[in-house]
């Protein structure tokens, strides 16, 4: 199944639930820190600590993406080789 059609099946039956967190997106790590390990990061007063994305929001998100690739000469279904 294509991710396209992931997102978009995701999107209707699971719309406003929450498909993707970031944590603390302002901060630069100085370590590499594991999943395990971010329950133990304290918020940052001038950053946000958590965000959030809806599967609604994933999936129209994605369909930008993939229009502005479409308007700029990508064909629906092309694959690309990276060198």
């Known amino acids: ?22 944590i603390n997106p302002e901060v630069q790590e100085i370590q590499r820190v594991t999943w395990k390990e971010y ?4 918020p940052s007063a001038t950053a946000p ?3 959030a994305i809806t599967w609604s929001v994933f999936d129209e998100k994605a369909n ?11 064909e629906r279904g092309r694959r690309w080789r990276y060198c």
Do not use: C, W
């Open 1 to 22: 199944m294509p991710i396209t059609d992931l997102l978009e099946r995701n999107s209707k039956l699971y719309g406003e639930e929450t498909a993707l967190v970031e």
């Open 64 to 74: 930008r993406v993939a229009n502005l690739l479409m308007g700029r000469g990508s």
């Open 39 to 42: 329950e133990l990061i304290q």
């Open 49 to 51: 600590y958590r965000r």
